[in-house]
């Protein structure tokens, strides 16, 4: 299998934006007005055309059948999932093994999913464990057993990105022990996704049809969803695990712009700090000034209960 390289493919729905004070792993971007010919943009134009009308055919009444075509690949011929499309693909060295063990006694229960571009290459949907762990056996044995993987595959170009990355999510989340902040992008991500599919025509439908797929309380769904009220270098923090969810849900009830000056005057520690926040973002709409004095005013307090875990 070959590993990406770091670049992104398609939509990427992750958060970059930063803001550069409190932050030293921040760097400044520039962005620059493309130009584009006539012919250019009534290109793109037909693309995003072809897009729609692709959407609509696989998330309508036509679908998508996923075991329609059955083949045995090459692992050497498998290129990795894109990056941002995949939360789940940790493989750790104990779930390569295990499953090595249980391919090398029963054989694969369940085969690959991948997609087959107009190029040849395949890339990888669902199965990277399965992958790596057909890599480890071949390396072990040589044994030609192990060298072509069974998978269905999907035509490229037959299938829309937004309905690839939905089969990620769906194939994954109720097999897979994740972390609080994976299944929060997870559950993010596939609410831009249903939400660019058009498939639900309100915030109650997506949340409750959310609830479903992840299994968890409508609740948590809604509270979760609250992350979206986040201006983009929050939530970009939190992707980044360097603010916690806690944190970003206290600056989540305040207006975007109090929360970049937040950000901006109070810097990742001071924001961190969620008695301090607490009082912060007391406000939804607050001025500079007033934030200014209220941050003065906090950073002299001592909290009055400390919890020792």
Not at 291 to 309: G, N, R, S
């Amino acid at each position: 299998m070959r590993f990406n390289d770091g670049e992104i493919y398609g939509l990427d729905l992750r958060p970059s934006y930063r803001i550069k004070k409190h932050d030293d792993a921040i760097t400044e971007q520039e962005f620059f007005k493309e130009s584009l010919s006539p012919e250019e943009v009534e290109k793109r134009a037909k693309k995003e055309r072809n897009t729609i009308l692709k959407r609509e055919k696989n998330f309508g009444e036509v679908g998508v059948n996923i075991h329609e075509n059955f083949q045995k690949i090459d692992i050497e011929l498998i290129e990795d999932t894109p990056i941002g499309w995949n939360l789940f693909n940790e493989a750790s060295d104990m779930n390569i093994l295990d499953m090595a063990r249980s391919i090398q006694s029963i054989g694969l229960i369940e085969p690959i999913i991948v997609s087959l571009d107009s190029k040849g290459i395949y890339t990888l949907i669902c199965g990277r464990t399965r992958v790596l762990s057909f890599i480890r056996l071949f390396q072990e044995t040589n044994s030609n057993k192990y060298k072509f993987i069974p998978a269905y595959v999907l035509n490229a170009d037959c299938v829309d990105e937004l309905f690839l990355r939905t089969l990620i999510i769906e194939s994954n989340i109720r097999y897979r022990d994740i972390s609080k902040i994976n299944l929060i992008k997870s559950l993010l991500q596939n609410y831009e996704i249903m939400k660019m599919a058009k498939q639900y025509r309100n915030e109650k439908n997506l949340g409750v049809e959310l609830a479903k797929t992840f299994e968890i309380s409508q609740s948590s769904v809604f509270n979760f969803i609250k992350v979206k009220n986040l201006c983009d270098p929050a939530r970009t923090l939190l992707y980044e695990e360097r603010i916690t969810l806690r944190a970003a849900l206290y600056l989540a009830r305040v207006s975007k712009e109090t929360q970049i000056n937040i950000l901006e005057r109070f810097g990742i520690k001071g924001i961190n700090t969620i008695f301090k926040l607490k009082l912060l973002t007391s406000e939804n709409n607050i001025s500079i000034e007033k934030l200014e004095k209220k941050i003065k005013m906090v950073d002299e307090l001592t909290p009055m209960k400390t919890k020792i875990t």
